[in-house]
């Protein structure tokens, strides 16, 4: 890779905070931020399996660090010790990346009322808190020419009308979706960029009961219209993109990292 290109995708130098970063996506955006060069806090509810990722990644070939400690987003007192961990740490947040989520399914008629104020706690609020907890940080390390970043992470389920039984899950994935266009526009004058992910299947703890072996992941992926499920690298790249240099004019945009599932439709109008 020559400089320019080098330099362009780098995020060398950056502090970021990967909210349930210890697995699936969370894990991938961190490993692609490690490899950026960037600092990555790593926080989730088992802090064990934070410090033990981070060693990990601090065992690799890469220009970048990680340090991994436990964090609790589903209440208001986790998160209020999340923000007092991150600030005893940095006094800048160049990355926030908010993927910590939950997921609930259940048949329509026994939907529970608790599966509503759990995943949407926990999926939307917990990112509106989080990152307005943040906001002083994030605006420390934000310029004209290399703003702050916030990544939420939502879902094709959020854009496409398909519940497979989460219905609550869909539904915060969308508020999530326009809670990141909300906060785009809103801190544009802070030198912010707010932008968010749309994945379709990756292999994760959420995604376990269906693309837990390969054979599974292979099924699945014959389901998307590029033939395959989402690799990490399809996710390490993405992150880099919009954290880097190269998407500091990207602001408000829900990204699809689906394999086309977005655009996947079964209507014809004249075609056999």
């Not at 939950?102 to 808190?129: C, L, R, T």
């Not at 539904?171 to 979706?177: D, F, G, I």
Request: proline letters at 4%.
């Amino acid at each position: 890779m020559n400089d320019f290109t080098s330099d362009l995708f780098s995020v060398a130098g950056k502090t970021a905070l990967v909210t349930g970063g210890a697995t699936g996506i969370g894990r991938m955006i961190a490993t692609g931020l490690v490899h950026g060069g960037a600092h990555v806090m790593i926080a989730s509810r088992k802090a064990e399996d934070c410090k033990a990722v981070a060693d990990e990644l601090n065992g690799m070939d890469a220009p970048g660090s990680a340090e991994g400690f436990g964090a609790d987003v589903s209440t208001e007192e986790g998160l209020e010790a999340l923000t007092t961990a991150v600030k005893e740490r940095t006094d800048r947040l160049s990355i926030l990346v908010n993927n910590a989520g939950v997921s609930w399914g259940a048949h329509f008629e026994d939907f529970p009322y608790g599966a509503w104020q759990k995943v949407m706690s926990i999926n939307v609020a917990a990112i509106f808190h989080l990152t307005r907890n943040l906001l002083p940080l994030l605006e420390e390390a934000a310029s004209d020419e290399d703003p702050a970043r916030v990544v939420n992470i939502g879902s094709v389920m959020g854009t496409q009308p398909i519940a497979e039984g989460a219905y609550s899950y869909t539904a915060s994935k969308a508020a999530v979706h326009h809670l990141t266009r909300t906060l785009a526009n809103e801190f544009s004058e802070r030198r912010i960029t707010v932008n968010a992910f749309a994945p379709g299947p990756f292999q994760s703890r959420m995604t376990a009961f269906a693309t837990a072996t390969d054979e599974q992941a292979e099924a699945v992926g014959k389901q998307v219209p590029l033939g395959r499920i989402g690799a990490p690298d399809d996710m390490a790249g993405a992150i880099l993109y919009l954290c880097s240099r190269a998407g500091a004019y990207v602001t408000g945009a829900i990204l699809p990292l689906d394999g086309g599932q977005s655009v996947q439709h079964g209507m014809k109008l004249f075609q056999d």
